[in-house]
């Protein structure tokens, strides 16, 4: 080799280097984040153009039954505790990366203690809110069972960019570390959901509060996942069925205060809350325990949005999520299926904690799917859930194209996405009755 040659192959080299030098830098200053957009995002997976806020506020829904000791005697009455966390547009500050505090396991397993744990987000502890852009939509996220207020950052965080305040719930005796009976879920998911939607707007009309004149409750969207869905769809207008009730009363010494959440209850029917305008609901659970029938699932007449994956072993799919969405006939509805994905269509990707030696698998199974990238599976719930919430909350037209394929379009490359990238998606669509 001459000498002109071997210095313009050690001058390459030398190149590589520097930039190879720049690019683990420039990863080290800034670490891949919940919900950050992988190369084959669809385009709404992006982060919108506000900074992010974040505040932890605690509620007392007061004189609740106590569902827990129903029958044993005493005060059937308590007060009823709820974190929730909230995320906003804010004003952009130095740097945005936040640590928040979660933890693995589930209260009272033996096998699954409770280990704390810390992961990163995007976002501004008690930043200051922007209040020249006028009002912003509420969007209520309510985990599943069990789970947390932070399931769900890459949504929470990336909605919030967008425009919109969310209000993420930890459901009491439903969480990661208050684990208890599952009575307390079935009966006080929707609960919760509605008194938290009061609780905003009450909050929002004080002066010294920092929703003051940004939160719009009036122009409201609620996702659950699995518990959260099946609360979320109870919300909407989907009355429980007389057997969900009699199982609620043969698991509660014969309480029959879900009957005040079934089909033609009164007290259920004027419950129906106008200010709610959409519903997305991931993996619902109940459909397979005949938790709703056709005449309840005819009581959702708002736009719905259904996600789930094919091989969903927790909620079902086809006798699951899919026939709530078939059996939805008053909503205008869109169902994307992740095909041959189980349950997990909704959390954060496994944290790091999961994956160390000896931790037991179900960690790691809380939030993996073995068939899909739970980051990609992130990236296109962002991407369809901006689309679905943008077209009704914020009358983005543009948006439809899309969510609304024609049988001609899905054989094309999908609106927002890269040639290719559609691949195990589907994405059906029903208008209302």
């Known amino acids: 080799m001459t000498k002109k040659y071997l210095f313009q192959g050690l001058l390459s080299f030398f190149i590589f280097a520097i930039s190879l030098n720049s690019t683990f830098a420039q990863s080290a200053a800034k670490p891949f984040v919940y919900g950050d957009m992988l190369p084959d995002a669809p385009e709404l997976a992006a982060r919108g153009e506000y900074a992010v806020g974040v505040q932890t506020l605690d509620l007392i829904h007061e004189n609740q039954l106590d569902i827990l000791n129903y029958g044993k005697g005493g005060d059937s009455l308590y007060n009823r505790p709820l974190k929730i966390e909230v995320w906003y547009p804010a004003i952009a500050v130095a740097t945005d990366l936040i640590s928040y ?214 909620s079902g799919y086809e006798d699951g999520t899919k026939a709530i969405y078939e059996g939805a ?39 993996a799917d073995s068939v899909w990238d739970m980051r990609r599976i992130n990236n296109i719930n962002q991407h369809f859930v901006t689309a679905f919430l943008g077209i009704h909350l914020k009358g983005k037209e543009d948006y439809k194209s899309y969510l609304y394929l024609s049988d001609e379009a899905k054989k094309k490359v999908w609106p927002g996405f890269k040639p290719r990238t559609s691949i195990g998606l589907e994405l059906d669509y029903q208008s209302a009755k």
Not at 202 to 230: C, E, H, P
Not at 253 to 276: C, H, M, V, W, Y
Not at 279 to 293: E, K, L, T, Y
């Open 101 to 314: 505090d979660e933890v693995m396991g589930q209260n009272g397993s033996p096998t699954r203690p409770i280990v704390p744990f810390t992961f990163l987000g995007r976002a501004t502890r008690n930043a200051k809110p922007i209040t020249s852009a006028g009002s912003f939509p509420l969007v209520i996220v309510s985990h599943g069972y069990t789970g947390s207020r932070y399931l769900m950052t890459y949504l929470t965080e990336n909605l919030a960019s967008k425009g919109y305040v969310v209000v993420a719930i930890d459901h009491t005796e439903a969480t990661f570390r208050d684990a208890a009976g599952f009575q307390s879920t079935l009966l006080n998911r929707s609960l919760d959901d509605l008194f938290v939607l009061n609780e905003i707007a009450r909050i929002s009309k004080q002066s010294d509060s920092f929703l003051n004149g940004v939160v719009d409750t009036d122009n409201s969207a609620i996702i659950g996942y699995s518990m959260g869905g099946y609360g979320a769809i109870n919300v909407v207008g989907a009355g429980y069925s007389p057997q969900a009730s009699q199982l609620f009363g043969s698991m509660t010494s014969g309480s029959k205060a879900l009957e005040k959440r079934t089909i033609g209850n009164p007290e259920f029917q004027a419950s129906i809350d106008p200010r709610i305008k959409v519903v997305v609901a991931f993996a619902p659970w109940g459909m397979q325990r005949g938790v709703w029938n056709a005449e309840g699932l005819a009581g959702i007449k708002i736009p719905s949005l259904f996600i789930a994956g094919s091989k969903d072993d927790i």
């Open 329 to 367: 006939v008053n909503s205008e509805r869109f169902l994307l299926t992740y095909i041959d994905a189980r349950h997990n269509t909704a959390p954060n990707p496994p944290p790091a904690a999961a994956l160390e030696a000896g931790r037991p698998i179900d960690e790691y199974l809380r939030y």
